[in-house]
């Protein structure tokens, strides 16, 4: 059981993460790969990403010796770089001490390199740096803009939900079989008995697409600071990679991919920028392709201000269903 006591400032200070955090998503994938939940549903994906990691990622395995990831893997920034770099600015003495608690139960030493990094090697951390971006690229690349995608939606419904029923009720359809009682809100799902207090610092929300079990929680949730709650979002099923075969691939081969996954990201408008964000690309690369597009009558381009935003056409809306699965 997770209780969770509110005061009216916390109430005031929930917020929802605008955008993915690279690393939180990629421990969860980690940990549904290493889990034995839905043992049917999930095998053949477990097998396939385990059998796609490279030898740069394996280091990473020391650093789980019980199933257990040290604290300071929690770190919630949406970009993969600043969230290295926050991860790096941990204070060394908070370092050793998850690194010591890790192994505490082992009976084996840990490897060199845990050592090193135990001793706050700059060659350590260039190889952690090195695991985690190769995990990145191999795990949740090629499905980073599903991810995006799932996580927009999700933060629309919740936005519309507490907009039209309050923050409690909003909370609750979160997370099925929570509820508040006064200002605690209880999580019975929870595996473990803990009371957390917001004091006024208020919540921030992680919805993630790789965790189907429990709502995640720091261990030792940093003070001062929002409480961050992990919750399972997604649709239940691993994240695959888009076939290149189907279902877009004849709007793909007259457009080409980068044109085509523009035009289908625009089923709302977008600002230059936001496409950028959500692509991975330059602006200078997405203003080149929309330039393409709008020529072609598939998008329409409006300036506000600073911003430019872009919208489909009827007729790029056509072209894109089209190209939907039947």
Same mark, same amino acid.
């Given at each position: 059981?997770?209780?969770?006591? $509110?005061?009216?400032?916390? *109430?005031? /200070? ?36 385990? /059998? ?16 257990? +990831?040290? +604290? $300071? ?54 190889? *952690? ?6 995990? $990145? ?33 909003? %909370? ?5 079989g929570t509820h508040f009682h006064t200002n605690t809100w209880h999580v019975p799902t929870h595996p473990t008995t803990r009371e957390i207090h917001l004091t006024g610092h208020g919540l921030t929300l992680h919805?993630? $697409? ?16 929002? %409480?961050?709650?992990?919750?399972? =979002? ?9 076939? =290149? ?7 793909t081969a007259a457009l080409g991919p980068t044109r085509s996954r523009i035009l289908h990201h625009l089923t709302t408008p977008h600002t230059t920028t936001a496409?950028? &964000? ?15 597009? /709008?020529? =072609? ?5 409006? /300036?506000?201000? &600073? ?7 009827? %007729? ?7 190209? =939907?699965?039947?």
């Amino acid at each position: 059981m997770l209780r969770i006591h $509110f005061t009216a400032a916390d *109430f005031a /200070r929930v917020r929802f993460a605008p955008r993915p955090a690279p690393l939180i998503e990629l421990n969860t994938a980690f940990m549904k790969a290493t889990s034995t939940d839905d043992p049917l549903l999930y095998a053949r994906w477990r097998q396939r990403l385990l /059998r796609s990691l490279p030898p740069t990622v394996l280091p990473l395995r020391a650093l789980v010796p019980a199933g257990e +990831a040290p +604290a $300071f893997l929690d770190t919630y920034n949406d970009s993969l770089t600043e969230a290295l770099e926050s991860i790096r600015a941990t204070h060394p003495t908070a370092i050793r001490s998850e690194l010591q608690h890790l192994y505490a139960s082992i009976p084996h030493s840990p490897p060199p390199w845990i050592r090193a990094l135990h001793q706050n090697d700059p060659d350590a951390w260039h190889l *952690f740096d090195q695991a985690q971006q190769a995990a $990145f690229e191999t795990v949740l690349r090629p499905i980073w803009p599903q991810i995006q995608d799932l996580h927009q939606a999700e933060f629309t419904r919740h936005a519309l939900t507490t907009a039209e029923h309050g923050t409690a009720h909003a %909370l609750t359809h979160l997370i099925p079989g929570t509820h508040f009682h006064t200002n605690t809100w209880h999580v019975p799902t929870h595996p473990t008995t803990r009371e957390i207090h917001l004091t006024g610092h208020g919540l921030t929300l992680h919805p993630t $697409f790789h965790w189907t079990s429990h709502p995640l929680t720091p261990t030792h949730p940093a003070p001062d600071q929002p %409480l961050h709650l992990t919750y399972p =979002a997604g649709p239940g099923l691993p994240l695959s990679p888009p076939d =290149a075969s189907t279902p877009h691939a004849p709007l793909t081969a007259a457009l080409g991919p980068t044109r085509s996954r523009i035009l289908h990201h625009l089923t709302t408008p977008h600002t230059t920028t936001a496409l950028a &964000r959500r692509l991975s690309l330059s602006t200078a690369t997405v203003s080149t392709h929309t330039a393409v597009l /709008r020529a =072609a009558g598939l998008i329409t381009t409006t /300036r506000t201000g &600073r911003s430019v935003m872009h919208e489909r056409t009827a %007729l790029g809306t056509l072209l894109t269903h089209r190209g =939907a699965p039947e």
